[in-house]
């Protein structure tokens, strides 16, 4: 019992933070068992004990997800408490048995550690390359699916979201691994991989074309743009193949990475030749942009495969550790964070109370009418129950199609077979698959959860067929439950919380473009605030799409200006494209210095975000850029662009066919950064529009 309650609090991080967590677990469930053993002697001092320990053991969660799942331990405590386990044995000793038990698991868990110390970064490092060959293949596909375009990007707006994910509980690991180990071989070499892979991301959100631009201009010619599809495609394929490899402990087989970008090089060239370069630069400038985005894509997974492989130590990583640790995402553990959360203004707080009322309704139901095994219902009601309305709503359902899944199969095992040792079997090992699907997928961990009680029960009670109609039963009235108190007790709806999520991208976009114009003046080396920038504004865009993904699964009623609030959701992820564009050529190219012209958009740029934050926050009036303004710089910007088109057509009627390396820079920074400027600027006024449209906010 101690080793199944602790299991799940043995989540992803340091090796303190699991033992901390693991210890805490066991002691909890512990230390609950002994109190809800001694109260339930009397129904009357039952019920406020249980509603106290719920909600206090689900408060818990202020303290991030770990805490949660520690608390998740003492729930299930609370709930197993009723089973009506038979032992003859002394409570406070069945009290000590169970953190025992947990003690015991995180003894194992310890002992496997150190025999595997690097499994941990390892599978974390796998899932990250893994995930990022298959981002870039999705990404592959805009290039040439128009129609499918738009559901495209939205599989890879979540897939950012899960890579951004990965990413803290990866930079976590290795940072604070690198604090108490040191910077060995390995680690340094495990980091360096980890850097690439956040550039790699940072350059797959860049759009290196307009998609709509360039499905015009190449309508005609769409077997070149197949070419740069298939590239993509490649190189995620080869991420997936290092991941592959990370896994199985085995080399890296050799990649044909320089062959594929060498078709790229070919194609732009075989373009080029074939057409009049006067009439359609801009079709092969465009082709230059997204072969230079392959080509940096490329030797970032060069420089993994050769690290991964041990061809190379990887260049010395010097970061002052008050600089790492800004890096990691900091958890407040102290009382206050109590104090702050304890109104109804925190979803944690509302949960918890939720919580704690709907359990003590169930309790109540199964007391009152004499239910079998009725903590059955308590243990729908605690395991699926969440913070909002969309997640309770999505395992509600999950569970119940498990449930009957797992009832049917039983159904028909019994019919076959009434061995016990058969039941006894599967029983063990339905138990098995259920803890290891539990987080990947729910549906068919309800499935084994399902099977494994029924089996179990099965060796207790001979009559089968009635322990599946209780175990039925009891999990739709624990879900019925559930759902109606997360739709009537003090519901957190996203509608009123969404705009604060909202002005928080908006604000770290703001950040990480004025990070971007900083280092456009400036160069040089890159700074760790232009890092942190770009951290938080990824972060941030998560935590919108997720909002708005659970904003999507309340009710009708209570999606006030959904269209709208979609429309800025994309808007924030199209804007954030197009930084991580402009900012990944400014970085790796030798640009031009600034000029004022660029200074004007940057700031009616800043202005529209700026305006844009204070009408959610602040709700303050609308106020337009300043247009003219606008027109004479684009209008300068667009004359240095045709002056340099001069310049290289005459060099054409010269007879100079092929660009100097300089001036085929200038012309591709001209033409980018003077379109990416005004892209951002259409993008930041619609944006402005978009929010002094919408109604809840």
């Known amino acids: 019992m101690g080793c199944l309650l602790t299991a799940p609090s043995d989540t992803i991080g340091t090796l303190k933070h699991k033992i901390v967590g693991v210890i805490s677990a066991a002691f909890l469930a512990g230390l609950t068992s002994l109190i809800i053993g001694y109260a339930s002697s009397n129904i009357y001092f039952t019920i406020p004990v249980v509603g106290i320990m719920v909600f206090a053991i689900s408060y818990l969660a202020v303290y991030g997800f770990r805490a949660s799942m520690v608390a998740f331990a003492g729930l299930m405590a609370v709930v197993l408490s009723f089973a009506n386990v038979d032992t003859s044995m002394p409570l406070w000793q069945h009290s000590l048995l169970i953190s025992a038990g947990g003690l015991w698991y995180l003894s194992l868990s310890l002992l496997w550690h150190f025999i595997n110390p690097k499994h941990e970064t390892e599978q974390l490092l796998a899932q990250c390359l893994a995930l990022t060959g298959e981002y870039l293949q999705v990404r592959s596909q805009l290039i040439l699916n128009i129609e499918k375009r738009h559901d495209l990007q939205q599989e890879l707006f979540d897939m950012q979201n899960e890579l951004n994910q990965k990413h803290e509980s990866l930079r976590e690991v290795l940072i604070r691994s690198r604090k108490l180990s040191g910077t060995s071989n390995y680690a340094r070499k495990r980091l360096l991989v980890f850097i690439e892979l956040v550039d790699i991301l940072e350059l797959g959100m860049a759009n290196p074309v307009n998609y709509k631009r360039m499905d015009f201009l190449f309508k005609e010619d769409r077997e070149f743009l197949k070419i740069f599809s298939d590239v ?320 999507t699964q309340e009710p009708k009623s209570k999606q006030k200006d959904l269209g709208l609030i979609y429309r800025l959701v994309s808007l924030n992820q199209t804007f954030l494209s197009a930084l991580a564009s402009m900012g990944t050529y400014i970085r790796n190219h030798n640009t031009t210095e600034a000029s004022k012209d660029f200074e004007v958009f940057v700031k009616q740029i800043l202005h529209s975000l700026n305006n844009a934050e204070q009408g959610l926050i602040a709700q303050a009036e609308q106020k337009k850029t300043n247009v003219e303004l606008l027109k004479e710089a684009k209008s300068r910007l667009d004359e240095k662009y045709e002056e340099l088109v001069k310049i290289r057509n005459q060099e054409i009627a010269d007879g100079k066919a092929l660009a100097d390396h300089d001036m085929r820079l200038q012309l591709q920074e001209a033409q980018l950064i003077s379109n990416q400027l005004q892209w951002l600027l259409d993008i930041s006024k619609n944006i402005r529009k978009t929010v002094f449209k919408t109604t809840s906010i």
């Open 232 to 551: 993509t495609h490649y190189l995620g394929l080869q991420l997936i193949a290092v991941a592959k490899s990370i896994e199985s402990k085995k080399a890296v087989p050799e990649n044909k990475i320089s062959e594929y970008i060498e078709k790229s090089r070919l194609a732009v060239k075989r373009y080029r030749d074939q057409i009049d370069l006067t009439q359609k630069r801009e079709h092969v400038l465009m082709l230059h942009n997204l072969f230079d985005y392959q080509e940096r894509q490329s030797h970032k997974i060069n420089t993994i495969f050769g690290v991964v492989n041990d061809l190379k130590q990887g260049n010395a990583i010097f970061m002052k550790h008050k600089e790492v640790v800004k890096f990691i995402t900091p958890q407040e553990y102290s009382f206050k964070t109590l104090q702050e959360n304890f109104n109804f203004g925190s979803p944690i707080f509302r949960h918890a109370l939720r919580l704690a009322m709907v359990v003590l309704v169930g309790f109540s139901i199964g007391a009152f009418f004499s239910i079998q095994n009725a903590y059955w219902i308590l243990l729908t009601i605690v395991v699926i129950m969440r913070p909002n309305y969309g997640l309770t709503k999505s395992r509600t359902k999950e569970r119940i199609i498990g449930t009957l899944i797992g009832g049917v199969i039983a159904i028909i095992i019994v019919f076959i077979t009434q061995n016990t040792y058969i039941y006894g079997a599967l029983g063990l090992l339905s138990l098995t698959m259920a803890f290891s699907l539990i987080q990947r997928n729910y549906r068919t961990a309800a499935v084994f959860i399902t099977l494994s009680i029924i089996f179990i029960y099965a060796l207790l009670k001979p009559d089968v067929i009635k322990v599946i109609e209780f175990r039925i039963i009891d999990t739709f009235v624990g879900a019925a439950l559930a759902g109606l108190g997360n739709l009537f007790l003090w519901p957190a709806w996203e509608a009123e919380n969404i705009k604060n999520v909202i002005a928080t991208s908006i604000a770290a976009n703001r950040e990480y473009f004025l990070e971007i114009d900083r280092f456009y003046h400036k160069k040089g080396e890159l700074p760790t605030s232009y890092k942190l920038s770009r951290k938080k504004a990824f972060l941030e865009m998560g935590n919108l799409s997720a909002a708005f993904q659970r904003m």
